[in-house]
């Protein structure tokens, strides 16, 4: 079955520290896609990162990185240098193309992420 | 510019009184989505659209009726609303449903709250 879980509901850091957030997923498919979204206290689902399930090359954008271990089937996502700004929630998210899935993203819980100044 | 837009943002109601949320693409995308998001739980799929008059149940449709007449508009329509549909709602639209990488735009997200 296809799953995704973010296991830390909470986190808190004070400015300048790196936080780490995991994400671990579950599929059958052999060709899917993977995303991490932050949602800041406005609201809206704001889009970081896309990777398919044949790319393992770690990714970096500016203060943010992504592992993606398919040996384990995680999907991590760190914040160097954290800031206030980063405070949100972050969604980590599954995508299955296949022609018999419903083209649903499969959310994990979320993680709330809190910097302190 | 491409977006997706939700209508209304904000909505406070009583229980069983039918509302609509508007949700419209720009993006002349085939698959459009609706999403709620509950504390602890993400988001959940409600109903899915693959095109026009083409639309399916997702993992939580229950409570909730969706159309889609024409291709940009997809509209949530909840007949007889209840206090646990009080929720973050989020419609989304991508270029096709099936075979891509599907990655979906979001609108703004609608804050209902059933009373």
Known sequence: ????????????????????????YETRDTTYYLF??????????????RRNSFDEQN????????????????????????????SAVYFCALSEPGSSNTG?????????LQVKP | EAQVTQNPRY???????????????NMNHEYMSWYRQDPGLGLRQIYYSMNVEVTDKGDVPEGYKVSRKEKRNFPLILES?????????????????????????FGPGTRLTVL
């Open chain 2, 11 to 25: 909505l406070i109601t009583v229980t069983g009184k039918k509302l609509t949320v508007t949700c419209s693409q």
């Open chain 1, 36 to 49: 991490w979204y932050k949602q800041p206290p406005s609201g809206e689902l704001v889009f970081l990162i």
């Open chain 1, 1 to 24: 079955a296809q799953k995704v879980t973010q296991a830390q509901t909470e986190i808190s850091v004070v400015e300048k520290e790196d936080v780490t957030l995991d994400c671990v």
């Open chain 1, 59 to 86: 990714e970096i954008s500016g203060r943010y990185s992504w592992n993606f271990q398919k040996s384990t089937s995680s999907f991590n996502f760190t914040i160097t240098a954290s800031q206030v700004v980063d």
């Open chain 2, 81 to 105: 609303p209840s206090p646990n549909q009080t929720s973050l709602y989020f419609c989304a639209s991508s270029e096709r449903g099936q075979g891509t990488y599907n990655e979906q735009f």
């Open chain 1, 104 to 112: 649903k993203l499969i959310f994990g819980q979320g993680t709330t």
